[in-house]
């Protein structure tokens, strides 16, 4: 069956068919006009599909609205309850003069919405460019959640936002950046810490110190069906569910990182700081994770890939992502 972004896509190609349709029966064969398919159209038919096109394919509010519903109706009828805590609390950062929160998840672009929620407190001056704020610098200037005062009642009132990502293309970003490369800048040594244990989990001993772990072997170690170790259990593959709890908070605006920067610039105008910001930042740090790509996803047995569906399989259903 097509998922929602599929019944998107299929509504514009049958509108495209529908415009060739429309123009050859009001063309006759020897008459084309040079100009191209819209050349026959009347103005009423021109604004006709115009409006319909609109309407067909949902823009970023909408699809926050869909998804919305979809992730109350799932997590209702899967009884998904899991309480608020001060984990999901510490990935919160809070606007007062805009009373706006941002759950932020590791992987899902999120250094490059704490440089713009930077701009937004005051953090750094209005005319600092983004894109040279230090790393290490936007993930420990700002203020969470869990260390105000009021952070309950600012939770209750504040409008909220989140931006979820598919699963399987955050774990494997997370790998490609944390176990795969080497982040010289990064204050914890994620080959030393989590790279050997990985590789004298599976193999019994380790070399490169740590720099060695297969994609199969993350992918065993971060599947495993239990609560897990701190190491399996780290913030930059640890299930959605557990960090920005969508069940638990009811999000004003629900994002996905398939269309970030669609999503980002219409929130940019939500929360009223475009003229502030300008255009949503990128990241320079990408690592382009696509759960189709056959180096990595080829590499993984059935076994491996139902283990990593089951672990994640709140995310993959309260989100509405197929596993494929």
């Known amino acids: 069956m097509l998922g929602r972004n599929g019944k998107y896509v299929m509504v514009v190609i049958l509108l495209s068919?529908?415009?060739?349709?429309?123009?050859?029966?009001?063309?006759?064969?020897?008459?084309?006009?040079?100009?191209?398919?819209?050349?026959?159209?009347?103005?009423?038919?021109?604004?006709?599909?115009?409006?319909?096109?609109?309407?067909?394919?949902?823009?970023?509010k909408e699809r926050s609205d869909d998804l919305k519903q979809h992730v109350r109706k799932t997590c209702d009828a899967l009884n998904l309850t899991k309480p608020i805590n001060?984990?999901?609390?510490?990935?919160?950062?809070?606007?007062?003069?805009?009373?706006?929160?941002?759950?932020?998840?590791?992987?899902?672009?999120?250094?490059?919405?704490?440089?713009?929620?930077?701009?937004?407190?005051?953090?750094?001056?209005?005319?600092k460019d983004l894109s040279t704020i230090d790393r290490y610098r936007v993930h420990t200037s700002i203020p969470l959640l869990s260390q105000n005062k009021d952070k309950l009642e600012k939770l209750k009132t504040y409008k909220?936002?989140?931006?979820?990502?598919?699963?399987?293309?955050?774990?494997?970003s997370a790998y490609k950046d944390k176990l795969e490369s080497t982040d010289t800048k990064s204050g914890y040594n994620f080959h030393k810490e989590i790279g050997q244990k990985i590789e004298m989990k599976y193999r019994g001993s380790t070399i490169k110190e740590g720099h060695d772990?297969?994609?199969?072997?993350?992918?065993?170690?971060?599947?495993?069906?239990?609560?897990?170790?701190?190491?399996?259990?780290?913030?930059?593959?640890?299930?959605?569910?557990?960090?920005?709890?969508?069940?638990?908070?009811?999000?004003?605006?629900?994002?996905?990182?398939?269309t970030l920067?669609?999503?980002?610039?219409?929130?940019?105008?939500?929360?009223?700081?475009?003229?502030?910001?300008g255009d949503f930042p990128s990241s320079d740090r990408p690592f382009y994770a696509r759960r189709y790509d056959p180096k990595y996803f080829n590499q993984l047995d059935e076994k491996e890939k139902e283990g990593f569906f089951s672990k994640y399989l709140t995310d993959f259903l309260v989100l509405d992502y197929g596993f494929l």
């Open 17 to 60: 068919i529908f415009a060739v349709m429309v123009t050859l029966l009001n063309t006759s064969t020897n008459e084309y006009d040079g100009d191209g398919v819209l050349a026959s159209f009347s103005d009423k038919q021109i604004q006709y599909l115009t409006e319909y096109s609109k309407k067909a394919v949902p823009g970023p």
């Open 86 to 127: 001060e984990f999901m609390l510490a990935h919160m950062h809070f606007d007062d003069a805009r009373k706006a929160i941002y759950c932020f998840i590791p992987k899902v672009a999120c250094t490059s919405w704490k440089r713009v929620w930077m701009k937004m407190i005051g953090v750094v001056p209005p005319d």
């Open 160 to 172: 909220k936002f989140a931006i979820f990502r598919h699963p399987f293309d955050r774990a494997l």
């Open 213 to 258: 772990v297969k994609f199969p072997e993350f992918i065993r170690f971060i599947s495993e069906p239990v609560r897990g170790t701190f190491e399996q259990r780290n913030e930059h593959w640890l299930s959605v569910h557990e960090i920005c709890n969508p069940c638990a908070i009811e999000y004003d605006f629900i994002g996905k990182y398939e």
């Open 261 to 277: 920067k669609e999503d980002s610039e219409y929130l940019l105008e939500w929360l009223g700081v475009k003229e502030l910001i």
